[in-house]
């Protein structure tokens, strides 16, 4: 049997995104996150949405609130539109990535980009995070 998913759907927009216009939009991010979610089984405990913030800044507050409910086991899958919905920063990326999720069972989707952690990131996820990361 499958593992069940409490996931948080995560989504930010910072002021520079305003460039790209309506497909980063908070609206944008929640329908394609919602409809994966329903598509995919996952259960979703709760919306996290930091609007205003840089990706480059991890000290976001929904950021923050999301990682308190996994430290308590809240929730063990995140989901993104995409890595940069989560952060700019590459090490930061990295760090998570590498390191706090699979050490704290977390389940990470990049829905867009076809990057999920259960099925094994692809060898293209450190390029694309320090791209986000000089696009910042």
Known sequence: MKQPYNTALYMRLSRDDENYGDSVSIETQRTILRQYARENGLNVIGEYVDDGWSGTNFERPSFQRMMDDVETG???????????????????????????????????????????????LSDFVPFKNLFNDNTA
Not at 86 to 104: I, Q, S
Request: net charge negative.
């Open 74 to 120: 809240k929730i063990n899958c995140i989901a993104t539109k995409d890595l940069s919905r989560f952060g700019r920063e590459h090490v930061m990326m990295d760090y998570y990535l590498e390191f706090v999720f699979p050490e704290k069972h977390i389940r990470y989707i990049a829905v867009t980009e076809n990057e999920d952690t259960e099925k094994g």
